[in-house]
């Protein structure tokens, strides 16, 4: 009987013993500095920690690497003078590796591609009433430009110095500094919609900049970072990384009250964006994300506010964005993203007519965009979320400028979506 008793006692400590290996090893993998990366989304923006990021995870020896992908081939229709069609892919693939340093530190460096260049010709693809860059020397209206090859390529390096205080350093030659929400490619709550936003150039337009340092502490719920970066707009060649000096500057202030919420304040200066516009800008943005679980995905939606001062016109302009994505089932989506923009360089490519509206109107318009779409996914590939869905948008605009818009243009996409599935 003491024998059995003997054996039954060692059984339990050895049961015992792995279990605490086990935790110890997960504790390993899952150190406050590891944990404060896995979170991050563009540069050091982050989603709500409870948003469930759609990523692969495997290691490599030593190495915990994270994949993932997205890609829309899309086919657009818009009325009006103005409108176009076509058919085009936006498309984008990330992955990091990471590394322990130390008991308390991480190292991660992070490559993001996109074949946008090559899928999106003539170096646009229509959008009414967007604007910012150039393509060919002329400024793109009514149309989006395509991202870079490398929209990012970035290190961080994080280490707990303190009880619930994390210090990320972060350098970037292709980067996202530390101004706006988190950039729309990487929102929750835009992962079903293939088009940007029209505020994109209010918010989030330097979610691809370069020379990026980023310096920023954590404490518990709040964030506080600064970043120094290249103020100038990527150039019109999307194959190749430009360089230039460090003359632009921001600041963001996170809080996150709970693991379902996600709040920003940022403020910046970026020395001369646009290289056929004068002077500088200034940026302030607001925004608040929320998630929650439903249906085996998620419900997100975004609250996002920026406003732009241009030191050559002296103009103040605001942009409000509502977006969301909302699972009716685990296969059905609904979408939305309603905007107001105040857009003054909708005649930025045909200057006699921009001068005879800006000594009438002042050349500022307030545009109207709303945004309502679905999506149903299907069982197409094992390794890939597949879905097909469509998106209806229409405008509101003042008078002025409803002759050159045909009246009251709308606007259409169908689409095919694809993403990395991650491991269930």
Do not use: C
Request: charged content about 15%; hydrophobic content about 40%.
């Amino acid at each position: 009987m003491q024998r059995r008793t003997q054996f039954v006692a060692l059984g339990l400590l050895a049961v015992l013993s792995i279990r605490l290996a086990a935790a110890q090893d997960q504790m390993e993998d899952t150190d406050p500095a590891s944990m404060y990366l896995m979170n991050l989304a563009s540069g050091t923006s982050q989603n709500p920690p409870g948003w469930p990021m759609p990523m692969l995870m495997t290691h490599f020896g030593n190495w915990s690497t994270m994949f993932m992908g997205l890609a829309f081939l899309s086919d657009v229709q818009q009325s009006g003078p103005r409108g176009g069609d076509k058919l085009y892919s936006t498309n984008w693939l990330m992955a990091s590796a990471q590394h322990r340093v130390g008991s308390n530190g991480a190292f991660e460096a992070v490559l993001m591609l996109s074949l946008e260049p090559a899928t999106i010709t003539d170096r646009r693809y229509p959008l009414l009433f967007q604007t910012g860059e150039t393509a060919y020397g002329v400024p793109l209206v009514d149309a989006q430009h395509p991202h870079n090859f490398i929209m990012a390529l970035g290190f961080h390096y994080t280490r707990q110095i303190a009880e619930g205080t994390t210090l990320d350093l972060y350098f970037a030659p292709v980067g996202d500094p530390a101004l706006g929400p988190v950039a729309f490619p990487h929102r929750g709550s835009a992962m079903e919609i293939p088009e940007a936003p029209i505020s994109h150039h209010w918010q989030d337009s330097t979610h691809i900049s370069d020379e990026v340092v980023t310096a920023g502490v954590a404490y518990k719920k709040v964030k506080l970072e600064a970043s120094g970066f290249y103020g100038s707009e990527p150039g019109e060649n999307r194959w190749t990384v430009q360089t230039g000096p460090i003359n632009s500057w921001s600041t963001r202030l996170w809080f996150f009250p709970e693991k379902y919420w996600a709040a920003q304040l940022s403020f910046g200066r970026i020395a001369h964006p646009d290289v056929l516009e004068p002077g500088d800008q200034t940026r302030i943005t607001a925004s608040v994300e929320y998630t929650r679980p439903m249906h085996g995905a998620s419900w997100t939606s975004s609250l996002v506010w920026g406003r732009v001062h241009s030191t050559a016109t002296f103009r103040n302009s605001n942009s409000y964005l509502a977006e969301s994505v909302l699972p009716v089932s685990k296969r059905n989506f609904i979408t939305g993203r309603f905007e107001l923009v105040d857009k003054d360089d909708l005649f930025a490519g045909q200057p006699a007519l921009q001068n005879d509206l800006d000594s009438i109107y002042d050349s500022t318009f307030r545009i109207g965009a709303y945004t309502a779409g679905y999506t149903r996914d299907i069982d197409l590939l094992r390794y890939v979320e597949t879905g097909i869905g469509a998106n209806f948008t229409a405008y509101t605009l003042p008078a002025a400028i409803l002759p050159y818009y045909g009246g009251r243009p709308v606007g259409g996409n169908v689409f095919v979506r694809f993403r990395l599935r991650p491991h269930e």
